[in-house]
């Protein structure tokens, strides 16, 4: 690996043969821990916030990671097993017991990676060399930092500088020194009181003893998090974008301290598995697959209960279906999923449920629909929710109402949008996708298009009819998108249908950013920032919680349309749509340069009415619109 910046071969040799020397006295006892330095009173969860992210660089499976209060830094043994410490910025000064106390865990070849002005500050003096970590900086509107590490193979990425909010003196405290070091003109210079951060670059320092042996890299820029003390949601977007390039910075930093860092490549495709709110809907699920075992002339094997059969699809798409693995039937282990063959395990066992990134009792709680998610596949990583449907007709069409069958993914590799769009898919965001089959009779059947307006409308009242939600800005933008205001998306739909005989098939796909660190605003992003600009404090929301009320709202307004019609939840939509009475221009018709949206027809195609008065619908395929432009090209 080629270093953030340049270091002696024998500096760095010593470097690594000091870390060697670190993980084989910690490996066989128990695994090291990663220390991260928080208040005592951690309110803000700046300790989960952080942990997320050193996980992502650091991976799961090599390094235990817990809270270091600020309370227990002078009273509890913490140094012996502390592989590093992370120090974030916090809003108060440490006091002089405490930077004495983690001073000495430093000066003792503790590795630390410091983010904490005092403690950056107190730490610079105290150590022989100082080193520039080169980078080239320079400040962005909004006093964004754009930083271009040294290293050509790690890509640029924006931050904050760190901020310092002093709220006691220190000038009494005679061991205390402050150096402002320069790094840009070559000066330092030594305070009384603590110090401003330097304005010139570069701003992150390898500080270390004459030997090399204490290696510590402070910086007065914010590595970990900066979301957290962001203020407006353009800055947050730009943190976002690049979110992924400060962690492969971050990790670079981490290899030079000793550390290992996990991969950040594709995960493995999983095992699909059938949850169900009770054994009722289990027995409905096995009943709708049962027909599709394949019938063999061997008596004895057709008096033995369904155990597993392999259900084809289109595309190369199949699916292995297995029932009481668990139990230790049948005895071959069931084939890993591929990106043609998804394994769907329907009962597993206690101890799979439990190793899921999904609480399912928690869902169920919040569940209070009829039928609708009282079946769940869930796949802790698969291709795409979607195309387990959409990629297997007889499956999908085993599947009445009744079944309420929805597939939920952790991960997607191959997420898609509409009209074949990218969809990208971490970790945090809530990715599902459900069947709907109709009789080509019914009222929905007959205006299929609109399901993806109906869906829209649930997943935005799922949220805007919370109680203290009501004026958490986040809304539909037509055709299939949910936005927060008018500056961040969100979450988008697709929809896909067929026919089959008397049925119509309805797939609806939904991703919505809930709780995903990159690389876009996530919707607990946004609650962080209405909280700081309004008195109420929302909660956050757990991917569970939403998921419930998406469905409990979905069945409902399935039901009324059916029943009604539009009118039923027509003005409810208009509640939360972004684009009643705005005017756009239009090009590629001959007559007509400018319309006013008016609304979606009984397609859910978009209404305008031009200025002769003239009301004419324009569908989303075959016509390009920029809406947020308020730009409408006709085909």
Known sequence: LMLPFQLS????????VSSASIMNTVKGVKPPNVLILTPSNDSANLFSKTKEEIQACLGYDRYTIYPLPLSDVTRKPWKDNCIL??????????????????????ESSGRCLSMNINLSTHIADTVTKRRSIQTSMFNDTNDLIH???????????????????????LTDDADITWSVIDLAKATESRLETAPSIPDSAPCIWLVSDAAFQRVSIISFLELVVPEVHTPNVSMLGKLKETG???????????????????????????????????????????????????KTS?????AMPFTHTCIKGSDSSSLNVYDDYSLGTPVDPPEVSTETLVTILTKPSDRQINALDFDSKSFFSHLKTRNLGRS??????????????????????????????????????????????????????????????????????KRVSLVQHIMSLSVVSAIRTKKGYEEFSIMIKWPNDIYYGKEAKLGGIIATSFTLGQDVTAVIGCGVNVNNQFPTISINDCIRLHNKSHSNQLSLLSLEEILAAILNKLEVYISLYEEWGLSAIEELYYQYWMHRGTTVQISGHAEIN??????????????????????????????????MRGLIRMK
């Open 9 to 16: 071969v024998k500096n760095l040799l010593s470097a690594c």
């Open 85 to 106: 410490l992370i120090a974030p910025n916090l809003s108060s000064p440490l006091s002089s017991d405490e930077l004495k106390e983690l001073s000495s865990y430093v």
């Open 147 to 169: 930083v271009t590490p040294s290293d050509s193979r790690l890509k640029p990425f924006f931050t904050l500088k760190c901020v310092y909010i002093p709220t006691q003196s």
């Open 244 to 294: 992924e390039s400060r962690h492969d910075f971050l990790r670079s930093l981490f290899l030079l301290l000793g550390l290992e860092c996990g991969s950040p490549g594709i995960p493995p495709l999983s095992h699909v598995y059938l949850v169900t709110s009770n054994p009722e809907y289990r027995q409905k699920y096995i009943s709708a697959v049962m027909p599709k075992v394949t």
């Open 298 to 302: 061997n008596k004895a094997e057709q």
């Open 376 to 445: 769940l596949l869930i796949g802790p990583v698969v291709t795409s929710t979607q195309s387990i449907f959409t990629g297997n007709v007889p499956f999908t069409t085993c599947f009445t109402q009744e079944n309420g069958l929805v597939c939920i993914a952790g991960q997607q590799t191959k997420g898609r949008g509409r009209g074949g769009n990218i969809w990208i898919s971490p970790k945090g965001c809530l990715m599902f996708s459900l069947p709907l089959n109709m009789p080509v009779s019914s009222r929905l059947a």
């Open 594 to 627: 400018e319309a006013t949206i008016t609304g979606i027809d009984e397609y859910g195609y978009l209404r305008v009415r031009t200025k002769d008065g003239e009301s004419l619908s324009l569908q989303p395929d075959g016509n390009t619109f920029d809406i």
